[in-house]
T-cell receptor, first 115, second 115 residues
Framework: AQSVAQPEDQVNVAEGNPLTVKCTYSVSGNPYLFWYVQYPNRGLQFLLKYITGDNLVKGSYGFEAEFNKSQTSFHLKKPSALVSDSALYFCAVRDVNTGFQKLVFGTGTRLLVSP | GAGVSQSPRYKVAKRGQDVALRCDPISGHVSLFWYQQALGQGPEFLTYFQNEAQLDKSGLPSDRFFAERPEGSVSTLKIQRTQQEDSAVYLC?????????????FGPGTRLTVT
């Protein structure tokens, strides 16, 4: 079955410093990978996706993610963190095994950016 | 443009009551998904529609859960005889096209509390 793992429950970083939120995946076939962010009492907002092509994917709000096939990873990165980036981040993979397109989510990583 | 909307945003039900949760997808989006998000967890897939056809309901936890999308637009998730374990946030998402490369856009969710 398709799955993703987010090994860190929480990541702490100081404002202005680079941030990384980790995600590893397990899929059969080609991976379709996504990152979403969730602010309190709000739904998930799409950040970026990897389908094919360049391993470095750029997304919304200055975020980017690096796809690494040999390490089966899709880590989310940002060169300079903002306090407003503090939120819950979810990595997800498209489950194409059934022929449909449901998303399978990780458990989430809480990002805390301190001033 | 308008995003995915859900109503009500909050619902408190006594155990045994029936509830109906509404989702208005982005206009023209053919795919619609329902997810359940328990506290502190990532969303979990419930069911999927392509237009009015329910193509995957493998995630519905019991026969008390029922979803419909009769005209291929608005969808309703109904839970009969609610139980305490049904307490969660129910998220609706829509996607412009069918296919694994298309991102899903999420609504704000309905927080259901069963007392």
């Amino acid at each position: 079955a398709q799955s993703v793992a987010q090994p860190e429950d929480q990541v702490n970083v100081a404002e202005g410093n680079p941030l990384t939120v980790k995600c590893t995946y397990s899929v059969s076939g080609n991976p379709y990978l996504f990152w979403y962010v969730q602010y309190p009492n709000r739904g998930l907002q799409f950040l970026l996706k990897y389908i094919t092509g360049d391993n470095l994917v750029k997304g919304s709000y200055g975020f980017e993610a690096e796809f690494n096939k040999s390490q089966t990873s899709f880590h989310l990165k940002k060169p300079s963190a903002l306090v407003s980036d503090s939120a819950l981040y979810f990595c997800a993979v498209r489950d194409v095994n059934t022929g449909f397109q449901k998303l399978v989510f990780g458990t989430g990583t809480r990002l805390l950016v301190s001033p | 443009g308008a995003g995915v909307s859900q109503s009500p945003r909050y619902k408190v039900a006594k155990r045994g009551q029936d509830v109906a949760l509404r989702c208005d997808p982005i206009s023209g989006h053919v795919s619609l998904f329902w997810y359940q998000q328990a506290l502190g967890q990532g969303p979990e897939f419930l069911t999927y529609f392509q237009n009015e056809a329910q193509l995957d309901k493998s995630g519905l936890p019991s026969d008390r859960f029922f979803a419909e999308r009769p005209e291929g637009s608005v969808s309703t998730l109904k839970i009969q005889r609610t139980q305490q374990e049904d307490s969660a946030v129910y998220l609706c998402a829509s996607s412009k096209h069918q296919g694994p490369s298309y991102e899903q856009y999420f609504g704000p969710g309905t927080r259901l509390t069963v007392t």
